[in-house]
């Protein structure tokens, strides 16, 4: 995800707006191919071809595959359309979803030593012989469900960070 702002966003802008970067791409996206073979396909110089590939490749739209050997002996590298996607949105929606993780993970720390403190307590009290009380509290309830769960701390984590994903989804595809 790009911010409007960064710096990425213009230079994917620019090469977005450029005939020859869009017909390159367009190329790259059927065939893994070096400049050359580029230059040959699109009729176009070799010059226009390298500045527009270094173009694709700081923007991060095309990749350096991999690179094969010249009749020369020359590497000459092939590229390949970028593995990503890209998203440039106007209002940064991840400075609202990293606190919500550290809030949510704070959350889960905070009930993973509540647990570990009641048992802690109810060991206690039954390593020392006490009677147990048959009155039970909304907490000591509340202890009981999540000590029931395994790792109780964890699915709430767990649950929290997949609303979070889910609320991200939402506002990607609702914009």
Same mark, same amino acid.
């Given at each position: 995800?790009?911010?409007?702002?960064?710096a990425?966003?213009?230079? %994917?802008?620019?090469?977005?707006?450029n005939?020859?970067?869009?017909?390159?791409?367009?190329l790259?996206?059927?065939?893994?191919?070096?400049?050359?073979?580029?230059?040959?396909?699109?009729?176009?110089?070799?010059?226009? @071809?390298?500045?527009? %590939?270094?173009?694709l @490749?700081?923007?991060?739209?095309?990749?350096?595959?991999?690179?094969?050997?010249?009749?020369?002996?020359?590497?000459?590298? %092939?590229?390949?359309?970028?593995?990503?996607k890209?998203?440039?949105?106007?209002?940064?929606? !991840?400075?609202? @979803? !990293?606190?919500?993780?550290?809030?949510?993970?704070?959350?889960? #720390?905070?009930?993973?030593?509540?647990?570990?403190?009641?048992?802690?307590?109810?060991?206690?009290?039954?390593?020392?012989?006490?009677?147990?009380v048959?009155?039970?509290?909304?907490?000591?309830?509340?202890?009981?469900?999540?000590?029931?769960?395994?790792?109780?701390?964890?699915? #709430?984590?767990?649950?929290?960070?997949?609303?979070? !994903? %889910?609320?991200?989804?939402?506002?990607?595809?609702?914009?």
């Amino acid at each position: 995800m790009v911010d409007v702002n960064d710096a990425r966003a213009g230079k %994917i802008a620019e090469v977005i707006s450029n005939k020859t970067s869009k017909k390159i791409l367009t190329l790259l996206a059927d065939n893994e191919l070096s400049e050359s073979e580029i230059a040959g396909k699109l009729d176009l110089p070799a010059n226009t @071809v390298n500045y527009n %590939i270094k173009k694709l @490749v700081e923007s991060g739209l095309i990749e350096k595959k991999s690179f094969l050997w010249s009749a020369k002996g020359r590497r000459v590298p %092939i590229y390949r359309v970028s593995n990503k996607k890209i998203v440039i949105s106007p209002k940064p929606i !991840l400075k609202g @979803v !990293l606190p919500a993780v550290l809030i949510s993970g704070l959350i889960a #720390f905070g009930i993973k030593l509540w647990t570990d403190m009641q048992y802690a307590g109810y060991k206690a009290v039954s390593e020392s012989g006490a009677e147990a009380v048959s009155v039970t509290s909304g907490s000591d309830a509340l202890y009981n469900f999540l000590a029931s769960v395994p790792n109780s701390w964890a699915w #709430f984590f767990i649950g929290a960070l997949t609303a979070l !994903l %889910i609320y991200v989804l939402w506002n990607w595809f609702k914009s």
